[in-house]
Each structure stands twice: as C-alpha cells, then as structure tokens.
C-alpha cells in the first residue's frame, strides 16, 4: 500500500474506516422536519403588509438549524477516521481543528465490542481497546462491521507481539520524529 500521512517507514494502514452512516441518519431527518417547517411556516404565513422580513426571518432561522443540526453533524460524521495499521491504531477527528490519538498494537492488553439489537442488524457496534501504560482506555463508537474489525485488530496484535522487540518486518525501527 502506499505510504500514508504521519506513518512511519514499513508502516501501512491495512484498514480505514469512518463511523456507520446510521450516524447521519438523525441529521438527515432533522433536515427533513426543517424543510417541512419551513414550508409550512410560508404557506401559512397571514397575508400582512411586513411579509418579506418575516420570509427572511424564516429563512435565516432554517439555514441557522440546518447547519447546527444537520451540516455540523455530518462534517463531524466525514471528518472522523480509524485506522488500523501493522502498528498501530489510529483516530483522527475534527472539522476545523484535528486532534489525533494512537495506540501501538504492541500495547494492546484486551479488545471488546458489544453490540445492541439495532446495532447487530446493522452491522456495527462499539469497540473498547485497552492498553498497558499511560494509553490506557480507547472507545470506538459507531464501528461498521465490528466484529470483523475486532478479529483484524486481533490478528495485527497477536502479529506484533510475536515479532522480535524492536524490529519492523522488514528491519530495525527507524529513528524516532
């Protein structure tokens, strides 16, 4: 795979994932009832001599609630990444600033998910990864296909683990940032 922003030499990301898109789906229907408000609050409006600014007012309200209630939601669901690679997991969020959180696999103590009934019909579910030291604990919310993503995250741990301390696959660590 090709190298990717902020790994390091022999690091690859083996998966990519943003949360489910159920997460949008209370946006899209806040935007829906936004719409329909709107609409109704013009059909219904008196007919009265100050019409236009009590249009505009309408208006401003409805953009002002679609983009606190459906746009920031969304550009949150879209900016908002996990990465797993051969060392690491990754987090990365934010829509104007970025914060960013790693786990070295070779950290890793215990992995769960669990998974609601709504949850299981929709494939996804949330990810608890613990980790010795001062990482400590990691909730991962909203992960499409979890138990899946679990078992990879598993497989990536038990691989680094078993590798020599201090090497990569293919040659000693590179020197530190």
Known sequence: MARDDGLAEGEYVVLRLRPHWK??????????????????????LPPA??????????GVAAVVAAIAFCAVPVLRW???????????LRLRSGILSRTGRDFPLARVSDVSFSQRLSDRVLG??????????????????????????QAQLLRLVGDELSRPPG???DGP???GP
Do not use: D, K, M
């Open 124 to 149: 996804c579910g949330q990810l608890v990864v613990e980790s010795a030291g001062e990482h400590g604990q990691l909730v991962l919310t909203e992960i499409p296909r979890v138990v899946s993503f």
């Open 49 to 58: 001599a100050g019409r236009a600014p009590v249009r505009l007012g309408i």
């Open 78 to 88: 879209r900016t908002t990444t996990y990465e797993l690679t051969n060392h690491r």
């Open 23 to 44: 997460t949008v789906i209370r946006p899209a229907l806040l935007l829906a009832v936004i719409v329909a408000a709107v609409i109704a609050a013009l059909v219904y």
């Open 167 to 169: 090497t990569y696959p």
């Open 173 to 175: 660590y590179p020197p």
